[in-house]
């Protein structure tokens, strides 16, 4: 069964660190893109960072730019999202997904982010 | 900055058609854009329906429907049912790498 699972999401301060993962299964994990995509409370959906197969190509929003950081372990089968400097507007559930061919595909069930004093 | 437009919500009824549009702020929709559809309800991720312009997801009822037309893509539901009564988000590459959400459209059915 193609999987992916995010971890790592909580409270955390203005201006505080955290780090997000996401586990992958039932795919190869190493030739795909990977995304972060985010949903701030009732609102849309908004692409936040990508990051190619081999991790050699990494894209990001300019609004987490300098401050967010993708990354991967293809032995783990894993993706990871740093992101510091938090502000309130970071306040999201973060989803992972996989990449091809334009279609974000499979999700996984997100983890919120919460960014608050 | 490229911002993708989408109605924000829209209403239709059971058994009828409706069409779902994704806009560029900065121009015109084409393929090259890699325009991909996806719905999504209250508290669950979000669900592919069309990614490619065209190319239907794996289990998505043929009531779906992805193209071009004019210069937006287009998202068709064709009967609609009262279940597919959701949030429809559009997506496209901007540029190599670089992909922008349309804010969503609000469907119901009634």
């Known amino acids: 069964e193609v999987q992916l699972v995010e971890s790592g999401g909580g409270l955390v301060q203005p201006g505080g660190s955290l780090r997000l993962s996401c586990a992958a299964s039932?795919?190869?994990?190493?030739?795909?893109?990977m995304s972060w995509v985010r949903q701030a409370p009732g609102k849309g959906l908004e692409w936040v960072a990508n990051i190619q197969g081999d991790g050699s190509d990494k894209n990001y929003v300019d609004s987490v730019k300098g401050r967010f950081t993708i990354s991967r372990d293809n032995a783990k089968n894993s993706l990871y999202l740093q992101m510091s400097s938090l502000r309130a507007e970071d306040t999201a559930v973060y989803y992972c997904?996989?990449?091809?061919?334009?279609?974000?595909?499979?999700w996984g069930q997100g983890t919120l982010v919460t960014v608050s004093s | 900055q490229t911002v993708v437009t989408q109605e924000p919500s829209f209403s239709v009824s059971p058994g009828g058609t409706v069409t779902l549009t994704c806009g560029l702020s900065?121009?015109?929709?084409?393929?090259?854009?890699?325009p991909s559809w996806y719905q999504q309800t209250p508290g669950q991720a979000p669900r592919t329906l069309i990614y490619?312009?065209?190319t239907r997801s794996s289990g998505v009822p043929d009531r779906f429907s992805g193209s071009i037309l004019g210069n937006k893509a287009a998202l068709t539901i064709t009967g609609a049912q009262t279940d597919d009564e959701s949030d429809y988000y559009c997506v496209v590459r901007v540029r190599a790498g670089f992909w922008v959400f349309g804010g969503g459209t609000k469907l119901t059915v009634l």
């Open positions: 997904a996989s990449q091809s061919y334009g279609r974000f595909d499979p």
């Open positions: 900065s121009g015109s929709v084409s393929t090259s854009h890699y």
């Open positions: 490619s312009t065209n």
């Open positions: 039932g795919f190869t994990f190493s030739n795909s893109w």
